[in-house]
């Protein structure tokens, strides 16, 4: 190891103990940074003497689906590191990698952009790829430009490597069958859970081999479900593992799918299906994942929505819940976010008009409004969200449904406390 | 012709809902629908696309075309160009009136010169063309404002690569404010051509801007019945105070 790297290192932990002793930050994006600008090879250094690698990246799931590896793993007695939550670009792996530099066992959950760039740098042990949907047009670009950039990056990949992949999606399947690595496939295979009809909020509904379109014998949500393809020899592959082996700890159909995930990675580890059926059930949901948060005598459940198809899957869930309340839908348009809020329109709210009341807050409050009254819904605007919050009577459950960053600023309006 | 009111009715043609829909497009048709059954006015919404006739393009009052990603757009493009083109182009012609979004700009001109220098056919109704400048010109995005000839603003959202530059047998749509429009040069957004629009904001563009909702309704009834139809004022001051704070944000 060379003065340089040393050095990025030394630096990187002094950031690290700086911002976390003074809580300045979590430390969880700004040691990378520092080690990185000093030595730009550091996480390709690094990683050589690592052994297990796990990268999960996709639109939806990667934070819950790294949590739910994490505790199977933890619950082997194995030493784990994962980086924060939505600190998922390089920066934010490589604070991971300064925190606790003699883990047996490090899982990243990657940035949909940022995995093509990772991969240049190390070669991991499993690889999850949970979906591909339409998410931040702005900052992407489109689902197909992902799926193309991935499908190079994986290509390069050899046998050491396996490849875990929603065999439900049929763009991550087509990637699935050009690739050299080895595949394992994991899926629902469950018609109970079929939606009446199709969602308006589709990406792959064309055969990604030859252009025709796809036939559903039934879909989950958004585009994945049970496809085939009436036209080319592209067939969907075989699942490893199905609804049928594994319960999620968590309500929804998506968190049914990230325990999926989470499960085939451990079997791809040697976990036997009891350990891995016993760790999920101590499994905690991750901040602002279906997390419930307990402040002045309300119970606020919170659910991360920040695409079409994931905010249908928590309008969903809500609708399903046993606990009725108000919702609460926070749309802020910043960075993290997506400056763009077009992607409104494509959220079914039709669906959902029982709900007992409607708040509004945010950046995009008016925005939401808008949208809401086009769906027959009439929505409070309360633009202080401390107010909006605090606003509701004792004993209710309050349902919150935030973009990414108003996601924080809920949490710490109700905890104090920064998590990034 | 006596027209009574509850026997208004117009029919919406949706090209290529599965495929023209990236982010938010159906928005549009939702405000359309909304805003024309709030006033008593029938609509249906057909979706034209592989299978339909020529009959049915040729029933729709008011057509809508949103944003395709490349894919998609590679799926539909020979359709639409050679079997719904010139039958859009007689309608337009004929005052039809028509809403395109998002790369519309590009789809509905002569040409689409791509950054590798390939040029593709575009439906050639609006006179302009369009050119992708590779990598020496950024991709144009961010929240748009634009001033129409009335003095009225119109407020959107632009993502898209190419630039476009208008000939004489189109106006544009409005001057530029804030953002890219056609091509960062001319200050013109859009194009209009006889009562159909081309706009480079994608996605939801009439939510935030119901005048132009409006005046797409009032021109669909007036072409259809021959006669100028007033239509009832609607309580807009939700969706104005959302216009307004993009105005006081954005300029």
Redesign the interface.
Known sequence: MNFRTKLAILLGKFVCFISTTFRFGAGATWPGEIALRIQPRILQILSENVKHIILVAGTNGKTTTVKMIETILAHQGWMVMHNASGANLDNGIMSAFLKKMKSTYYIFEVDEATLPNILKDLTPEIIVLTNLF?DQ??RYG????IAEKWLVALSGLERQTTIIINADDPHLAFIGSKLAAKVKYFGLEDPSLFLPKMQ?A?DT??CPNC?V?LTFAGVYFSHLGKWACGNCSFVPPKEDVTAKDFVSPLEGVYNTYNALAAALTAETLSISKSDIRNALTHFTPAFGRMETVVASGKRIKILLSKNPTGFNESLRTVESSPDKGPVLLVLNDRIPDG??V?????VDFEYYRNFSNYFVSGDRA??M???L???GIAAEIISDLTQAIYSLKENEVLWILPTYSAMLDVRKILTGRKIL | MNVKKNHISITIGWLYP??M???????NI??LT?RCEWRGIHVSVLPIDFHSTINNLRSCDLVFGGGA????Q??LVDDLREKKGPILKKMFDRGVPGLFVCGAPQLLGHYYMTGDGKKLDGLGIFDMVSKHFGKSKPRC???TIGKLPDGKTIVG?E?HGGRTYLGKGVKPFAKIIKGCGNNGEDGTEGAIYKNCIATYS???FL??NPHIADWLIAKTLEIKYNKKIPLEPLDDS??W??HE?VLQRFT
């Open positions: 339409r047009l702005d489109e689902v197909d430009t308006h589709t509904i064309y252009g379109r400056r763009d077009s992607w409104i329109w494509d008016l925005d409004a808008v949208r009254k086009y769906a | 599965e495929l829909s990236t982010y938010g497009d159906r928005g939702f405000v909304k990603q490349d894919r998609q590679g799926i995005i961010g929240n959202f993502n994608h996605g939801p939510p935030k939700l969706e105070q959302a704070a």
